[in-house]
């Protein structure tokens, strides 16, 4: 049978570098900051302008209503994210909007497809870096043209995982994001890390740099790419309590091996984030 997505998925990364390319020229010039849900959660011109490049790019390569799309930057602003089972491009322009805003040199492009609300395919281009991570549901992972795999350590006492502070400052929130890094540091790990992207964050982890990332707070733009990627590369995506993995549920956890994801989950102190489709 032909492969009836092989034209978006080609398009998905040729698009991505695109973008990518516009984000390096834009680091150069004056960036002009807004804020949204708090003091701390970023948006740039920027983040607006790549959005509108890759929708538009996608529309002109397939038609105006051929596709849905779930855009950060766009359509989020519009309510809720409603998934249902179309076709349907899930968008983060610029992934580490803090970072590029501080010049700090991970930034990534993020661009999932999920059709029946099964994610197809994932590319996730970090553009200062220069390297396209891409996985295709049951085709495998890459980094460029190198298939990538996680890493193969099941001792949690020599892992590293990755965590983020995120974009809410709630006191209630932090101490309890504060106590968690406390708890998994003591376990003891061989320590703890952050690029501030969460699509960034997961290819380390589907390239074996880290053993696993966890957030309570992300956005489905955020994870939905990296998701593909690191299932593709071998490891696993569950929720942050090992529970089955819910895309618009704000919360997500990647590993290497299952009790490795077991094993950081129990050091998590889980708090409530509104979902991204508005359900309770
Ligand atoms: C953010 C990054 C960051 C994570 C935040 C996200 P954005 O995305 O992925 O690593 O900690 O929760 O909101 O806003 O830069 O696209």
């Known amino acids: 049978m032909a492969d009836p997505w092989i034209d978006a998925y080609n398009f998905a990364i040729e698009i991505a570098k695109k973008a990518g390319a516009e984000i390096r020229k834009a680091s150069v010039d004056e960036i002009k900051i807004s804020t949204k849900s ?31 799309f779930i855009g950060e930057e766009s359509v989020s602003k519009k309510g809720a994210c409603i998934l249902t089972d179309e076709p349907t491009w899930i968008i983060d322009p610029v992934d580490g909007t803090t970072n ?113 990332f966890f957030e309570i707070g992300i956005h489905c733009w955020d994870v939905a790419a990296g998701a593909v990627i690191v299932q593709e590369a071998g490891g696993v995506v569950c929720d942050v309590n090992g529970g089955p993995f819910d895309l618009m549920s704000r919360r997500m956890m990647c590993a290497n091996h299952v009790d490795i994801a077991n094993r950081v989950i129990k050091e998590i102190e889980i708090f409530p984030s509104e979902r991204d489709d508005g359900q309770e």
Do not use: W
């Open 38 to 68: 708090s003091t701390v959660d970023l948006v740039t011109a920027t983040d607006v302008r790549v959005e509108k490049i890759i929708i538009d790019g996608l529309k002109e390569k397939f038609g105006q209503n051929v596709y849905c």
């Open 100 to 212: 590029f805003v501080h010049g700090f040199p991970f930034v990534a492009v993020s661009i999932a497809f999920v059709v029946k609300k099964e994610l197809e395919f994932g590319v996730v281009y970090s553009c200062f870096e220069d390297k396209l991570y891409k996985g295709r549901k049951g085709q495998g992972a890459y980094c460029d043209e190198e298939s990538i795999q996680v890493s193969d350590n099941k001792d949690i006492n020599k892992s590293v995982i990755i965590s983020e502070f995120g974009t809410d400052r709630t006191p209630s929130k932090v101490k309890k994001i504060c106590s968690t890094m406390e708890r998994i540091l003591k376990i003891p790990v061989h320590g703890i890390r952050g690029t501030g992207t969460a699509a960034t964050n997961m290819c380390m982890v589907a390239c074996g740099a880290v053993e696993a």
